[in-house]
């Protein structure tokens, strides 16, 4: 069975940095883009980049370039997020999530989220 | 402001049809990406419910279709039902910003 859980969630304040991670189990983890998303409170979902199966690419959206870093390492069957300079504004719950090969970023299987909140 | 537009609620009967609207631009849907769907119940994992526009995975009833013309996507359900009551949103890619993006969301009420 297909499972993806984050981790690393909590509280940080604004400047901070924070590592997420999501364990893959139940697939070749190695054979799969893998994507990260987040929603904010009470608003809707944002896709944030993702990486290529052996890690060599990876592609992420305006909002968090040069702040955010998305990488994995396929021995462990781990996907990783590391937050830097955070704002406020990144206040959400993050999710992990597997995309269907070939269907051009379709995520079949999601993590259920770990919380991150920015504030003082 | 969200660069795929749907409407923010929608609300049927049990039994009956409704369709959730996912209109773009010629960036994204009418450049001919593909437009996937997800159904998002708070506190749980989104789930797949369409992929490359009309396509179900397994384990979805077919209850759930989706159609794409020009710069618009359709999600249609049929013979509602009160677990579908969750939020609804479309996702496809945007060649000018070089990004996945996703709709605004629409909560479903089943009356």
């Known amino acids: 069975e297909v499972e993806l859980v984050e981790s690393g969630g909590g509280l940080v304040q604004p400047g901070g940095y924070l590592r997420l991670s999501c364990a893959a189990s139940?697939?070749?983890?190695?054979?799969?883009?893998m994507s990260w998303v987040r929603q904010p409170p009470g608003k809707g979902l944002e896709w944030l980049g993702n990486i290529k199966e052996d890690g060599s690419a990876t592609n992420s959206v305006d909002s968090v370039k040069g702040r955010f870093t998305i990488s994995r390492d396929n021995v462990k069957k781990s996907l990783n997020l590391q937050m830097n300079s955070l704002r406020g504004e990144d206040t959400a719950v993050y999710y992990c999530?597997?995309?269907?090969?070939?269907?051009?970023?379709?995520?079949?299987?999601w993590g259920q989220g770990t919380l991150v909140t920015v504030s003082s | 402001q969200s660069v795929l537009t749907q409407p923010p609620s929608v609300s049927g009967a049990p039994g009956l049809r409704v369709t959730i609207s996912c209109t773009g631009s010629g960036s994204n849907i009418g450049a001919g990406f593909d437009v996937h769907w997800y159904q998002h119940l708070p506190g749980t994992a989104p789930k797949l419910l369409i992929y490359?526009?009309?396509n179900r995975p397994s384990g979805v009833p077919d209850r759930f279709s989706g159609s794409k013309s020009g710069m618009s996507a359709s999600l249609a359900i049929i013979g509602l039902q009160a677990e579908d009551e969750a939020d609804y949103y479309c996702?496809?890619?945007?060649?000018?910003?070089?990004?996945?993006?996703f709709g605004g969301g629409t909560k479903l009420t089943v009356l």
């Open positions: 490359g526009s009309n």
């Open positions: 996702q496809s890619y945007d060649s000018s910003l070089t990004a996945v993006v």
């Open positions: 139940g697939f070749s983890f190695s054979n799969y883009w």
């Open positions: 999530a597997r995309e269907i090969p070939g269907q051009h970023v379709a995520l079949d299987y």
